[in-house]
């Protein structure tokens, strides 16, 4: 990967924002904590819902994205609604839904109430009391240090290791980078990759939730329970999400989504702004068959003729993007007590 | 450790009780420890309702609702104290200290308990401690089932603090609310039969030596809409299918049993030569009864489905009669209290069904079975929404044949919140505190 244009932060500054990350105190009721949707052991982001369950239950209308090598993300969100690690912080803490502080000076307060973390800011910033920017530069520099790169793929495409990859493999990445045209919009460059152009573009990608019955029919995947009309009484309703569009208003930009970086993607289950793709073998079968019929879709997104072989071959090739950082991250940040 | 070794010393000797004096199995008033004193066995004058607050419904906070369920009282019938513990977390489950003094009521997503004193004067209990870290303490997030040792507290929960799933476990605590220990559910545990790590209830059955515990789902699911959940492959996953056989003195799991589905309450009859336990799973609507073959070993075997299947009635708490012949399942979609013979537990006879509301969750049973409560919730985000989402307590007394109404609150008409969980109490000069507690199951 590129290398990043922010110098190094402390030790001690990092260390402070993995405390922050796992404190569930950091939430109004301390149920929750940053880590909780971005599961370490998740890839940095949850497999065990579609999206997001926030404060008290709260549905969120999105993916929790994986965290690993988010240093390099120039846009954050699947909107990119904001470019800030240190500012993006305080967007969980202060949303209703997420971690539902009532107040900056509640968090605040709370942190400067507390002995350790009064120790912590005390030897870092010099004063005892912290700062809304410093909580935000811990985070970030604890943010900044989950890189997980040096793939297999990294060493085959960028160390000269011929037998990294395995013939299907390599199959499989030059499929990526031709015939199924995903390198247009998950860039691969000469001399690293991050395997996003860091854009805006509409795959068609998402769940039709007028029903659950009618979720079931985006994807094959999604047959499951044997629950259909006894369902009518407990369902909510739900209301469209527009992407970028909705920081925007420009009618272009109705239903884009951010460009998935697709390093460790073997991590990331579910798939999309939404996790309506459980599987990397289901986004393969959605993007070859076209994608549905959404307007403003790209014109990249159409139907690709794969054979069944060279859709396994693309599978096999996004599993050579897993970093055995990613692997190793958890237990070392779980360790330090 | 000390402590802990005289607590089951007095499990021991409480067993010995058990077979000593032969006395019938089981009671309900229902779902009490075996260690609890002071049953109820004939008026119970109070009903205490652990109730979710609802945003923006009078004070909006979870509160201990207490009904006057003496028929011969002016306010029959009526709420007559309210106890507001401040907040929302996802009030569910409570149960009573062995000495019947103490109500531990728990919340299953700040995983808060309070406890609370009725022992003083049952008609305004009154908070006297709160545990607020549960989950920093054991790791293990929502407190589910409160099951009374002798001066000890057992606690089941529901998930945990690293990802919210459902791996879980156990917590001792002393009376005082003070941690002694924790016992995490087995995981892929090859030589007791692997274990999901997932938690629910504890049913103990001290004669053999064994306690029982169920399995469920994690925070992520229980605090998730729960039409989203159903329609997320990526939920429905992570739901429990597992029993855990526990050997009880040495509090180490022992043998795993295979349930699929979502095993829930364990209710066990204790009388001599039955000690079998049933239990319902929510997610394939059926009854599995836990019983030793013929060589000793405890097995589960699916005895039966709980109404029609393929429409998710979804059985949720159940409750067996003090002789152990007959048992409510309450199925929550279909809001139906149904009543089973269970005089041959191999082959349980559906011979009674009744609507009770819209939707329907927990039931409660006075010791001759001739009352019974209903209650309509279950998670605040698994309840039914709009219309549907009725609240209600109702109490009915039971003949044998019919559920005649006594009374009926309308927990949103009185601005309460969400009806759960439901306790007996009574006046210290009417419970009865003899020996013959200890015959009372879980």
């Not at chain 1, 990859?165 to 247009?184: H, I, M």
């Not at chain 2, 059955?205 to 515990?213: D, G, I, Q, S």
């Not at chain 2, 609507?355 to 001759?368: A, E, F, P, R, T």
Request: glycine share 8%; charged share 25%.
């Amino acid at each position: 990967m590129p290398a990043l244009p922010y110098p190094a932060a402390s030790e001690s500054l990092r260390e402070l924002g993995r405390r922050l990350f796992f404190e569930r105190r950091l939430s109004f009721n301390n149920a929750m904590s940053c880590a909780i949707c971005h599961v370490p052991e998740e890839g940095f982001g949850t497999h065990t819902s579609r999206t997001a369950v926030g404060l008290e239950g709260h549905l969120l209308p999105r993916n929790a994205p994986t965290l690993l090598n988010i240093a390099w993300r120039p846009r954050l969100f699947h909107d990119g609604r904001e470019s800030s690690l240190a500012d993006q912080a305080w967007l969980p803490l202060l949303n209703p839904l997420e971690m539902g502080n009532p107040s900056i000076s509640h968090v605040l307060e709370m942190l400067g109430a507390d002995p350790e973390y009064q120790k912590a800011f005390q030897a870092i910033f010099g004063s005892k009391q912290p700062t809304m920017s410093q909580v935000g530069e811990a985070l970030q520099a604890f943010e900044r240090s989950l890189v997980a790169a040096g793939s297999r793929f990294d060493l085959w495409k960028y160390r000269g290791q011929a037998s990294a990859l395995t013939p299907v493999e390599r199959t499989g990445f030059d499929l990526f980078q031709g015939k199924a045209l995903c390198s247009s919009c998950h860039v691969v460059g000469k001399d690293d990759a991050v395997f996003t152009d860091d854009r805006y573009h509409v795959t068609g990608a998402f769940l039709r939730e007028a029903s659950p019955a009618a979720a079931g029919s985006s994807s094959d995947e999604m047959a499951t329970s044997p629950v259909e009309i006894e369902l009518a009484a407990f369902v909510q309703a739900v209301r469209s999400d527009l992407g970028r569009y909705e920081i925007t208003m420009d009618p272009a930009d109705r239903y884009a989504f951010r460009t998935a970086s697709l390093r460790n993607v073997e991590l990331t289950a579910p798939y999309m702004h939404d996790g309506s793709l459980l599987t990397l073998e289901a986004v393969v079968e959605y993007y070859d068959r076209g994608g549905d019929a959404v307007p403003n879709k790209s014109p990249l997104i159409r139907p690709l003729h794969l054979t069944a072989e060279e859709r396994a071959a693309l599978v096999a090739f996004l599993k050579t993007l897993s970093s055995p950082a990613a692997a190793a991250l958890p237990t070392r940040l779980r360790a330090i007590p | 450790m000390k402590t802990l070794k005289q607590c089951f010393t007095a499990a021991a000797t409480a067993a010995m009780l058990v077979t000593g004096l032969g006395q019938p199995a089981v009671a309900d008033e229902t779902c009490n420890s075996p260690y609890m004193s002071r049953l109820i066995k004939g008026q119970e004058q109070f009903l205490h309702v652990w109730t979710l607050g609802v945003k923006g419904m009078g004070d909006g906070s979870d509160k201990l609702v207490t009904v006057d369920s003496d028929p011969k009282s002016k306010t029959y019938g009526k709420v007559i104290h309210s106890l507001s513990v401040g907040g929302r977390g996802e009030a569910h489950h409570v149960g009573f200290s062995d000495d019947r003094k103490f109500i531990w009521a728990g919340r299953l997503d700040d995983s808060k308990i309070f406890i609370i004193d009725v022992g003083t004067d049952p008609a305004k209990p009154k908070v006297v401690k709160t545990i607020t870290d549960f989950a920093a303490k054991t790791g293990y997030v929502g407190p589910h089932t409160y099951y009374a040792m002798p001066g000890r507290m057992l606690i089941q929960a529901l998930s945990n603090t690293k990802d919210h799933s459902g791996v879980s476990g156990l917590a001792m605590y002393s009376n005082a609310g003070e941690l002694i220990e924790t016992y995490p559910m087995p995981k892929d545990q090859a030589d007791i039969g692997g274990g999901d790590g997932y938690a629910y209830d504890i049913a103990i059955n001290a004669r053999k030596n064994v306690l029982l515990t169920s399995s469920f789902t994690g925070w992520t699911n229980y605090m998730m809409d729960f039409s989203k959940v159903l329609a997320d492959p990526a939920a429905m996953k992570n739901f429990g299918n597992t029993m855990v056989i526990w050997d009880l003195k040495a509090m180490k799991p022992k043998k795993v049993l295979d349930v699929p589905g979502a095993p829930l309450e364990i209710r066990w009859n204790l009388a001599e030569g039955q000690d079998w336990a049933i239990t319902s799973t929510a997610l394939t609507s059926k009854l599995w009864l836990v019983k030793e073959d013929a060589k000793g070993e405890w097995q589960a075997k699916d005895v039966g489905n709980i109404g029609d299947p393929s429409k998710v009635p979804f059985p949720v708490d159940i409750s067996i009669n003090a002789d152990g012949k007959g048992l409510w399942v309450n199925t929550f979609s279909d809001g139906t209290a149904r009543f089973y013979d269970m005089t041959n537990p191999e082959k349980p006879k559906q011979v009674y069904e009744k609507v009770i509301g819209k939707q329907l969750n927990m039931v409660s049973q006075s010791w001759d079975g001739k009352r019974v409560y209903f209650t309509s919730s279950i998670f605040s985000l698994w309840d039914k929404k709009g219309a549907d989402d009725e609240q209600f307590l109702k109490a009915y007394d039971w003949d044998g044949k019919e559920l005649t109404k006594k009374f009926e609150l309308d927990f949103y008409a009185l601005k309460l919140g969400r009806a759960h969980h439901m306790k007996f109490s009574a006046k210290s000069d009417v419970a009865s505190s003899d020996a013959s507690l200890l015959t009372s199951r879980r």
